[in-house]
T-cell receptor, first 114, second 110 residues
Framework: DGGITQSPKYLFRKEGQNVTLSCEQN?????MYWYRQDPGQGLRLIYY???????QKGDIAEGYSVSREKKESFPLTVTSAQKNPTAFYLC?????????????FGSGTRLTVV | GQNIDQPTEMTATEGAIVQINCTYQ??????LFWYQQHAGEAPTFLSY????GLEEKGRFSSFLSRSKGYSYLLLKELQMKDSASYLC???????????FGDGTTLTVKP
């Protein structure tokens, strides 16, 4: 079955440490996105990518980095420059032009600073 | 940019009908989506509107008025499992990106 796989489900980060969140899709979608969700709030866009080897900053890109070396993969690195990284991170994908079904989401990674 | 407003919380009774409103201001519009999100889980797609009018899908319906920047999600015959957060999202004309409202937490009571 096609879908998006995020790993790990839970992640703990120490102060000053970089961590990488994995996102893999087998839907043959061109576009991929990373969103952050804080308690009681909606989703805020971190980075997005329309094609391989190209990506753009979203609304809250500071302290994050991404790569898109393969169509299927869009990993997110949370760097030590991100001062408040504790949140629920969601990866999503869609066709490049968008369609009637919006995003397909992964199951999310819950990141906690310890 | 985009600005999306929806009520923070709503409560309704099992078997009843509830309407969740969403207003938006946008610099580019390419569709409005409603997603359902249960606590601790990822959002799942409910409905899509790009033209004015009502779209019906089983117990769920969604309405759009582009001239008014307004949408609503209508849930009929409420069930306990409908207790969740409902997210309104507007897709812009740039790269298929969507901007999300903060969500409406619906509690269904017996």
């Amino acid at each position: 079955d096609g879908g998006i796989t995020q790993s790990p489900k839970y992640l703990f980060r120490k102060e000053g440490q970089n961590v990488t969140l994995s996102c893999e899709q087998n839907l043959n979608h061109d576009a991929m996105y990373w969103y952050r969700q804080d308690p009681g709030q909606g989703l805020r866009l971190i980075y997005y990518s329309q094609i391989v080897n190209d990506f753009q900053k979203g609304d809250i890109a500071e302290g994050y980095s991404v790569s898109r070396e393969k169509k299927e993969s869009f990993p997110l690195t949370v760097t030590s420059a991100q001062k408040n990284p504790t949140a629920f991170y969601l990866c999503a994908s869609s066709t490049w032009t968008g369609d009637n079904y919006g995003y397909t989401f992964g199951s999310g990674t819950r990141l906690t600073v310890v | 940019g985009q600005n999306i407003d929806q009520p923070t919380e709503m409560t309704a009774t099992e078997g009843a009908i509830v309407q969740i409103n969403c207003t938006y201001q946008t610099s580019g519009f390419n569709g409005l989506f409603w997603y359902q999100q249960h606590a601790g889980e990822a959002p799942t797609f409910l409905s899509y509107n790009v033209l004015d009018g009502l779209e019906e899908k089983g117990r769920f319906s969604s309405f759009l008025s582009r001239s008014k920047g307004y949408s609503y999600l209508l849930l009929k015959e409420l069930q306990m499992k409908d207790s969740a957060s409902y997210l309104c999202a507007v897709r812009g004309t740039n790269a298929g990106k969507s901007t999300f409202g903060d969500g409406t937490t619906l509690t269904v009571k017996p």
